[in-house]
């Protein structure tokens, strides 16, 4: 009987022990499967519960082909767009959601640590306006920059929106002109291209695009073949740190279209070859002058017919410069190559010259303060104008 007594008394407890231990536990143990602490650090597609505008690169990054873009080199850094066009424009933030920035308004955009980017998207065919006539900013949009950011990624995805990876063609006058005029802190990034792929150009279109912009070591391609009136004038100018140059592939010049494009680049060594065979007024003018450590010029400039004052002062200053580039011309227009290449301290090399017909002022002053030159080229002249030839060698004193 007390056998009987001591078992059941043991049933009871067992029984009060196995409610206490469901009545304090909310759900049964699952043993061997991990938590999931940042759902988001693989790509798996799934729709994010996090505020995208927050996401990291890491968390949601673009893989390429890229927009325009600017990226934090170093730590946090406020990227301002203030956006003139007549649309708005898109941005995002390390691919997070998409934000605006309304038409005549400007906003600060805070990249909060190193590698974090902003890409911009706009469908808008200009964001300046510049009176040509008069040589004057009518208004532009620009991007600046609180810190050093790299640029890079394809312009165009500012007229194209997200459709920029196939967009080629401008179709408004000024269209970027002046978009990072001044900014002295964008710079290259290896490894990733600034692409300015359109190949049918407008007025103006990259007119002093990056006037100044100190921090840039390496222009980027201009594939246009055919320019337009002012396209790209003073593009590069004064941008003291740019070393690199790809080839110019225009054929085709119109008036003012290369005036000053890169003038004071004082790292620049080498200049890029020239294919232009149909030139215009003012086309070349002070194209390289003041390019202090240029000593490379193009091999030739192949222009047969060279318009009024094309290559006016188109190497003026430039120090270093060693050998003048070959001029093919047969004809040269009304002062076309007045002060060519005039303070050319360096120079001790003239190819002979081809030209047959020489108009007003066409070679006045070409070679003045050239000190170093100690021959001057053979010039085959059969027709010749007023002051064609006054003072072409002014002031160089080596000659024999």
């Known amino acids: 009987m007390f ?4 078992m059941a008394t043991i049933a009871i ?3 009060a022990l196995a409610f206490w231990a469901c009545s304090n536990s909310s759900s049964p143990p699952v043993a061997n499967v991990p938590q999931d602490t940042n759902p988001q650090a693989a790509d798996t597609g799934r729709t994010s519960q996090t505020d995208p505008a927050t996401q990291t690169a890491q968390e949601k990054p673009l893989q390429g082909p890229f927009p325009l873009t600017l990226e934090a080199v170093s730590g946090a850094a406020t990227v301002t767009f203030k956006n003139e066009a007549a649309g708005p424009v898109t941005y995002k933030i390390n691919g997070g959601a998409a934000q605006t920035i309304a038409s005549k308004t400007e906003k ?7 590698g974090d980017r902003v890409y911009f998207y706009g469908e808008n065919s200009t964001y300046a306006s510049y009176d040509l006539k008069n040589s004057a900013y009518v208004f532009n949009s620009y991007i600046d920059c609180s810190t050093d950011c790299y640029v890079y990624g394809n312009v165009m995805s500012l007229v194209a929106g997200e459709n920029f990876d196939d967009a080629k063609k401008l179709s408004g006058d000024s269209a970027f002109c002046g978009l990072f005029k001044e900014n002295k802190r964008v710079k290259n990034k290896d490894g990733e291209e600034l692409l300015l792929p359109a190949t049918e150009l407008t007025a ?3 007119l002093a695009m990056f006037l100044r ?6 222009a980027p391609a201009l594939p246009a073949q055919t320019l337009a009136d002012s396209c790209y004038k003073e593009m590069f100018k004064e941008c003291k740190g740019l070393k690199t ?7 085709t010049l119109a008036d003012y279209s290369c005036e000053s494009m890169f003038r004071g680049c004082e790292s620049l060594v080498e200049a890029p070859a020239i294919l232009a065979e149909t030139l215009s007024y003012y086309s070349c003018y002070f194209m390289f002058a003041d390019c202090k450590a240029l000593k490379k010029a193009p091999e030739k400039l192949p222009a047969k017919t060279l318009a009024q004052q094309c290559y006016e002062s188109m190497f003026d200053g430039c120090e270093s410069l060693e050998k003048a580039p070959e001029i093919l011309a047969e004809t040269m227009g009304p002062a076309s190559c007045l002060y060519m290449f005039e303070n050319c301290k360096s120079l001790a090399q003239v190819p ?3 030209a047959k017909t020489l108009n007003d002022d066409c070679c006045r002053r070409m070679f003045n303060g050239c000190s170093a030159l100690a021959k001057a080229p053979y010039l085959p ?5 007023k002051r064609c030839c006054e003072e072409m060698f002014m002031n160089s004193e080596n000659l024999t």
Do not use: N
């Not at 912009?213 to 390496?218: A, M, N, Y």
């Not at 140059?245 to 054929?251: M, Q, T």
């Open 213 to 218: 912009c100190e921090g840039l070591t390496s």
């Open 3 to 6: 056998m009987m007594k001591r």
């Open 352 to 354: 002979d010259l081809k």
């Open 204 to 206: 103006a279109c990259y």
């Open 13 to 15: 407890f067992a029984a």
């Open 245 to 251: 140059v790809s080839e110019l592939s225009a054929v």
């Open 381 to 385: 002249a059969e027709q010749m104008k």
């Open 108 to 114: 600060a955009i805070e990249l909060s640590k190193a």
